[in-house]
């Protein structure tokens, strides 16, 4: 250790220091935004700037998703002008996460600075909203900034760049495909060929690959890039000049802000700093915020001293030093990989190793909105344990500089540095100057792994970096680190195992060595938090195999004499660089003749497209602030089965801004709420889950209420909980009714069968993680009881009339109004209305209006999900395959209330047998009563979970007969006119049509032929394929839910006011409801305006559910329209030459009713469960999908390859909406079956709260090949237009890729003799896959029998 003299020119500093800090006024922050000048006087340290830009400045097109870094819809450009260099900086970052107070002379770009419809769209807005990137538009505004600040940086980027974008931005409805079309058109790869290009036309014509489903009719684009505005970069606004001049100036002084709680002190000299530090040891040093902004916002953590060094030079330089580069701690990762990747092009490739390693962990890092702030030394300082970058640094032996007013010390990044859970050896006074990241030897070879749930934007399970020195020309192992990351409490060193090969020959010795050497050295308890316990023992042994690979193959080009990797393993050994995926859509052009005028069948843009891309769109917590509102916060259980016996408001109530508190007593109607009534609008001293709502405080500030809820105490008398679905099976807890569903003579088609196989699966739950969450706003009236709601729900009457209950008036004083929705998914059809419940009972006893919007970790912990399920079954089939008889029970996990769950249950047991004809079955229903929060519907509505435990049998069938899956579905496949077990006939049925379709176009039997070959020749990655077919009944299985009601005026300058009772939440209802009503009323859909969805317009509206709002309300909106074409065609006739304006003027003059109501009723519904008959669905929507995934059998990662959907959505009414519809549901069921885990604790505590923990799918993981097809000449009878229903059907083909890893999975048991059905639940995660490759490694890693200990999470 060394440590240099004092620092020079203290004195002055001591000064500067002790006159800021006197000041007792906060210093003058500006900035600007949208190229407006801002001076704030008084800001808050720890106000984001997406608070300030919302709530202060009224820019609401910047979203609010999760607060916490991970989705991206707060998406912002920060430029900055760096005087040193003169160089303008531009660079995408998340305002969530972007502390006010370190804007001082930054430029901000949102949204609305770009481009508006009333101005001009920007290309980037205007593309996104063309190519359909477009639906609930939530994420859409941080898409378009993503893009923005790439192009700003990069004019013509490539496809990757355009990706690596992306990684930080997240959507939950497009299924990411559309937007990467039609971003490519800016991209170097996708310069249009100006129609030149493919077999039909232009190389944009469907996607970027035009396929022929046959030799006409496909020749209409979903869009087209003529439309598109030129992109000229030249036009971007310029940098403020006055922000220039005043960056030229202002960079040289303390800066001091002061708030209620912290103060925020920003050096602008490094001896400032040291100082600060030192007068302040406790004080929290913030650059990117990335990791203080999460403790603030979730741990409750108060900073009252925050440093910002950001600026100071000596803390961003960068420095190539003799034995390596020297980088500043606040240098962000965006810098340092920029920095990196120059020197691995300049520089000799044996001194690059370890920059290589340092690379490929930034590239997984997070996405770029946090690498463009993040810095080095914050990702140091914080000492994670699953930090991505210590591991590297600790394996290549980097050095620190720390320092303190008094001088510096250069420490050695071992073990030693790292002295327990997130704590370093640095003292409270120092700081980190900077960290020297040494060049590699000739002889030494270093690599890093991450191991994460989801490969972009992921924390890591297990993260780790190799080094291995030899001995000059040997394979002798000189020097050996072996670093690991989530293996305890801290990064550490395998030192144990490294001592032990020091010396050793590279060789199988050496490999069985360290493997039983780590098996012992790397162990975890089993309580580990994080939980993957046995699995991330296997991986620290897995990856040192990949390590051990790699460097033979190194040795050997070195020309050093040791074992010659086989062929057969060179795939364990590649690095992951994703293609670009490409894709093809098919659907069927409207019939020749069709007037042009007509948009029924054509793909028209989402109505609100543009202005979701603009950010003008107006989301319900858009609305601007009421003079006098008051915002509310909830109070919720943290036990999941107590009593409460004392709730103390006293430390809420003094603080800031607490205006009141709300529990049971201050519900003036009915406490009972929810579907069936069983639920407590404020718990009433019982609560039955974590996330009970207890009560609520109202202050004047969300930050205020907030506050006060967690200063709340609430002590408890716990009672034992029922958590999981084998709890509840082993108490008989269970909601009544137990359903059954029987056909044909069991008993017999088992004695029939040649073999009888049983098995059993579990189906994890999902969360919805619409990007917007719930809100509300809760406006009394003033007079006779009357509220108005401004809400995001899918259901404005259920919302209706759970307010009029509980407050006591009847339903005709609410009035609930939705404009549209950030996403639903099932999600707000039932559950919302717990939120707008409490949240109208604080605004009537206020008498005043009262807003919400649950932050991402209340929403996913209070409103439940798709309900987990387990199956278990027995199933009769003879030796061709065909399935004779099937016995199956499944349990669904409801929670702690009835909610919808009867109905999802319901819907399992019609969707048992999926598309297979069964000829003697029996299904039976559990409804689990646990003390998890109520589960809800969600899109698929028990269809999927049915559907999955069918798949699992079909599998094991084949399986068990060694034929292929694909044959023994095909076999089993139902025909035209046969029955359900539920007595149904099946007409119309285009299964086979499908099934051929998708088998063809996605050369199934050459794929699988390939597929076989390739698993031949590779050891560590198998491929896997499986083809898939979903039928899914059509109707609420509540029969009067089946109905719809519109109302539609004409006023006297021919415009139309179109309204219906569903609600849009992106899935492009609205649009289609105006095309339906443009082709009645025979007038451009221009005409056409649909403001909102209402209580008073529309009354005892279904929710917008079930697939159905487009076939209900498009026949109530053709009903309404037909009774005012009918009430015109007087004047038509008359004047037929005349305009739609004239007959519309004469009309009115003549006194008739231009306003029209219009209801719809689906005739002959109704199916009895104790008769076993009556029609259960109008229709069936059928489809197939054939997807082809990869595994990687040492770390459990997949990639998936390619999939092929055909799609039987009858006479499509917008070929783009459905064909979205089926990209995005395809996206949410990928999600389902393979990458989405909630994890709940033994006591039923939510461990994964938001999108850090929570992995919804992102760009990176949709299938390399995407087509999409709709099947041609497929009308159906039942549905407005020929139409069918689309929203829920394709999310089950996403099992297609679950399947085909279970495919790809046997053929990696296989290597290890093991052969036949085999369990595995879903989803289809990199632990499950990892564990059920069973090899060598798994051998070494034993599970602890369960049962013996307390594991993190259970299943639940
Ligand atoms: C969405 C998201 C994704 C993430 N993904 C990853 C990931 O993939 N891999 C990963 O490893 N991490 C990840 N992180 C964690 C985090 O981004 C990194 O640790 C980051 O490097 C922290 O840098 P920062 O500048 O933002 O730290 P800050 O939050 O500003 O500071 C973090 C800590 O470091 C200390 N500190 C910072 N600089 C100094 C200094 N010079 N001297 C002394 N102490 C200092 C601070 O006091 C503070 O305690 C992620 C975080 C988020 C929000
Ligand atoms: S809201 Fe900022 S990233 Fe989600
Ligand atoms: S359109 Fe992306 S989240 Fe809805």
Request: a neutral charge; aromatic letters at 8%.
């Amino acid at each position: 250790m060394k440590r240099t003299q004092e620092t020079s020119g203290m004195r002055d500093v001591d000064q500067t220091v002790a006159e800021t800090e006197a000041r007792s006024d906060s210093g003058e922050l500006i900035f600007f935004v949208n190229g407006r000048k801002i001076v704030e006087e008084s800001a808050d340290p720890e106000m984001t700037l997406l608070t300030y830009l919302r709530r202060k400045l009224g820019l609401t097109g910047t979203k609010l998703g999760c607060a916490e870094g991970g989705c991206g819809a707060c998406t912002v450009m920060l430029s900055r002008y760096e005087p040193h260099t003169e160089e303008l900086l531009h660079y995408a970052v998340n305002a969530c996460l972007a502390p006010l107070c370190s804007l001082h002379l930054v430029a901000v770009t949102t949204v609305e600075g770009i481009g508006s419809v009333a101005r001009k769209l920007h290309p980037v807005q205007e593309r996104i909203a063309r190519s359909h990137g477009s639906q609930c538009g939530f994420c859409t505004p941080g898409i378009v900034m993503s893009m923005y600040a790439l192009l700003r940086n990069n004019p013509k980027p490539k496809m990757a760049d355009v990706e690596e974008a992306f990684q930080g931005n997240l959507c939950r409805c497009t299924g990411y495909r559309p937007i990467l079309e039609g971003y490519k058109t800016f991209t170097v790869e996708g310069g249009c060929c100006g129609g030149r290009g493919r077999e039909n036309g232009c190389c944009m014509t469907n996607g970027n690959g035009a396929l022929k489903s046959s030799e006409d009719e496909v020749d209409e684009t979903l869009y087209n890039i003529a439309d598109f505005a030129p992109y000229d970069p030249t036009q971007e606004v310029i940098f403020p000049p006055e922000l220039m001049n005043l960056s030229k100036g202002q960079r040289s002084h303390l800066l001091c802000f002061r708030g209620d709680r912290a103060t925020w002190l920003q050096p602008a000299r490094l001896e400032e700093f040291l100082h600060l530090k030192w007068k302040h040891p406790a004080a929290r040093v913030v650059v990117g915020n990335t990791e203080v902004g999460i403790e603030v916002k979730f741990k409750n953590m108060v900073y009252p001293v925050i440093l910002a060094p950001a600026f100071i030079p000596e803390l961003n330089a960068v420095t190539h030093a003799e034995d390596g580069i020297e980088f500043g701690a606040a240098c962000t990762l965006s810098h340092m990989g920029a920095v990196l990747r120059q020197a691995v092009e300049t520089l000799p490739p044996h001194q690059t190793e370890v920059f290589l390693a340092i690379l490929e962990q930034l590239r997984w890092f997070a996405g770029q909105q946090i690498r463009n702030v993040a810095a080095v030394g914050g990702n140091i300082m914080t000492a994670s344990p699953i930090s991505d970058l210590n591991p590297v640094f600790m394996a290549a032996g980097c050095k620190l500089t720390l320092m303190d007013k008094d001088g510096s010390r250069v420490v050695q990044m071992d073990d030693g540095f790292f002295v327990g859970y997130r704590k370093t050896a640095a003292r409270p006074q120092e700081v980190l100057l900077s960290v020297n990241v040494p060049y590699s030897k000739r002889t030494q070879f270093v690599s890093a792994f991450k191991q994460s749930p989801r490969r972009e934007d992921d924390i890591s399970i297990v993260t780790a970096a190799m080094s291995a020195t030899f001995t000059p020309g040997t394979d002798i192992v000189e020097d050996l680190r072996l670093s690991y990351g989530g293996m305890a409490a801290t990064t550490v060193l395998a030192k144990r195992t490294a001592s032990r090969l020091l010396g050793r020959s590279w060789g199988e010795e050496l490999l069985q060595e360290a493997c039983s050497s780590l098996a012992e050295e790397m162990t975890l308890d089993p309580t580990a938090p994080g939980g993957m316990v046995t699995y991330r023992q296997t991986l620290a042994l897995s990856l040192f195999y990949k390590f051990y690979l790699t460097v033979l193959k190194k040795l050997r080009l070195q020309g050093v004499n040791v074992q010659e990797v086989g062929s057969e393993c060179a795939s364990a050994t590649e690095i992951y660089h994703p293609q670009t995926p490409s894709s093809v859509q098919i659907y069927q052009a409207v019939p020749e003749g069709q007037s042009q005028d007509d948009v029924v069948g054509r793909p028209i843009m989402h109505l609100s497209a543009m202005k979701q891309a603009t950010g003008e769109a107006i989301y319900c917590d858009d609305v601007p602030l009421y003079e006098n509102e008051l915002y509310l916060a909830l109070i919720t259980s943290t036990k999941a089965h107590a009593r409460i016996l004392s709730v103390d408001t006293s430390a809420a109530e003094c603080l800031p801004g607490v205006v009141c508190c709300l529990f049971a007593d201050d519900v003036p109607g009915s406490n009972a709420t929810g579907i069936r009534q069983d639920q407590s609008v404020l718990a009433d001293g019982k609560v039955t889950c974590v996330g009970h709502i207890i009560g609520a405080v109202v202050a004047d500030t969300q930050l205020h209420a907030q506050r006060a809820a967690k200063a709340m105490k609430i002590q408890y008398e716990e009672l034992q909980p029922i958590v999981t679905i084998q709890e509840a099976i082993a108490a008989q807890s269970f909601y009544q009714p137990i359903r059954t569903i029987q056909s044909g003579d069991l008993e017999a088609g088992f004695k029939q069968a040649d073999h009888i196989l049983e098995g059993e699966m579990h189906i994890g739950g999902q969360e919805h993680f619409y990007l917007e969450t719930n809100v509300t706003l809760a406006v009394p009236r003033g007079e006779d009881g009357e509220m108005e709601l401004f809400v995001s729900t899918q259901s404005t009457t259920d919302t209706q009339s759970q307010v009029a209950r509980a407050l006591g008036v009847p339903a005709n004083r609410v009035v609930v109004r939705v404009k549209r929705m950030g996403g639903g998914f099932g999600g707000k059809e039932s559950r919302s209305t717990l939120l707008s419940t409490v949240v109208a009972v604080a605004a009537n006893k206020l008498k005043r209006p009262v807003r919400c919007m649950l932050d991402r970790d209340e929403d996913m912990l209070i409103t439940g999900g798709r309900h987990p399920f387990y199956g278990k079954y027995k199933v009769g089939f003879m030796n061709s395959g065909k399935v004779v008889a099937l016995d199956v029970s499944y349990y669904g996990n409801a929670g702690n209330s009835m909610d919808l769950s009867l109905a999802i249950l319901e819907r399992a047991l019609f969707h048992m047998e999926n598309s297979y004809s069964v000829p003697n079955v029996r299904g039976r229903g559990f409804l689990c009563r646990t003390n998890l929060p109520s589960n809800t519907a969600f899109r698929g509505f028990g269809g999927p979970q049915g559907m999955m435990v069918a798949e699992s049998w079909m599998t094991d069938v084949a399986q068990s007969l060694g034929r292929s899956a694909e044959e023994v579905r095909r076999l089993n496949l139902y025909t035209e006119g046969e029955l359900t077990p539920y007595n149904q006939i099946l007409h119309g049925l285009t299964l086979d049509r499908c099934w051929e379709e998708c088998l063809s176009q996605s050369g199934y039997r050459q794929r699988r032929a390939a597929i076989d070959l390739y698993n031949r020749q590779n050891r560590w990655t198998k491929r896997g394929v499986a083809m898939v077919p979903t039928k899914f009944g059509i109707s609420f299985t509540a029969s009067f839910l089946n109905q719809a009601g519109a109302l539609a005026h004409i006023y006297t300058d021919g415009s139309v006011l179109l309204t219906h009772g569903g609600t849009e939440m992106g899935q492009g209802l609205h649009t289609k409801m105006v095309q339906v009503a443009s082709r009645i009323l025979g007038i451009p859909f221009s005409k056409i305006h649909i403001s909102e969805t209402s209580t008073n317009t529309v009354p005892n509206a279904s929710p917008t559910a079930a697939s159905a709002s487009s076939d209900l309300n498009g026949a109530a909106v053709q009903n309404a329209c037909e009774t005012l074409l009918k009430r015109l065609e007087p004047y038509k006739t008359k004047n037929p030459k005349a305009s739609w304006e004239d007959w519309v003027k004469a009309a009115y003059f003549d006194r008739v009713n231009l306003s029209a109501n219009g209801f719809y009723k689906t005739p002959d519904l109704g199916y009895s469960f104790d008769t076993n008959s009556g029609r259960a669905f109008n229709y069936f929507s059928y489809g197939v999908a054939c997807s082809e995934v990869e595994i990687d059998c040492l770390t459990g990662a997949h990639k998936n390859l390619s999939t092929t959907v055909v799609m039987d959505v009858g006479h499509s009414l917008n070929p783009a909406i459905d064909i979205g519809q089926v990209e995005g549901g395809f996206m949410q069921g990928l999600g389902l079956f393979t990458l989405e885990e909630l994890h709940y604790s033994p006591q039923g505590v939510l461990l994964t709260r938001g999108p850090g923990s929570y992995k919804i799918p992102a760009f990176g993981d949709i299938p390399t090949q995407l087509t999409v097809s709709l099947l041609r000449d497929a009308p159906n009878d039942k549905a407005i237009f020929a139409s069918k229903a689309v929203g829920e059907p394709p999310l089950f083909l996403a099992s297609s890729v679950f399947y085909a890893i279970k495919d790809a999975i046997s053929a990696a048991r296989a290597e290890s003799g093991i052969t036949g059905p085999f369990r595995l639940d879903s989803p289809a995660s990199a632990e499950r896959i990892r564990n059920a490759c069973s090899d060598r490694f798994t051998k070494l890693c034993r599970p602890v029998e369960p049962g013996t200990f307390r594991p993190w999470s259970v299943q639940v």
